[in-house]
């Protein structure tokens, strides 16, 4: 039985200069859950590119769905809406 090994994705190597708390905090994230650095940091550099919609090329449907709650609690508020 031959046993296939999967190569890992091609990765682009990157420099950052980023604050220490935000270095201690993927560091403690990346510690907790036993996964490398590297894999912290993309997992919240991917979370991020969700939030703000560009990781599916365009504004994320979740984003869309607060913007319109927001609009129509700012429209109750405004004593606009019956």
């Known amino acids: ?3 296939e090994t999967q ?3 091609t990765r682009n190597a990157v420099s950052l200069r980023l604050p ?3 270095t201690q905090a993927v ?3 990346a510690r907790a859950r ?3 650095k590297t ?3 993309i997992h ?3 979370l991020g590119l969700r939030a703000d919609g560009v990781a ?3 504004d994320s449907s979740d984003m869309r769905v607060i913007q319109m709650q927001l609009g129509e609690v700012l429209s109750i508020l405004k004593g606009e809406c019956a």
Do not use: H, S, T, W
Request: net charge negative; aromatic share 12%; proline share 12%.
């Open 7 to 9: 190569k890992p994705p």
């Open 27 to 29: 560091d403690a994230y």
């Open 34 to 36: 036993n996964v490398r």
């Open 20 to 22: 220490p708390e935000i």
């Open 39 to 41: 894999d912290a940091y």
């Open 56 to 58: 599916d090329g365009g």
């Open 44 to 46: 919240f550099l991917q």
């Open 1 to 3: 039985m031959q046993v």
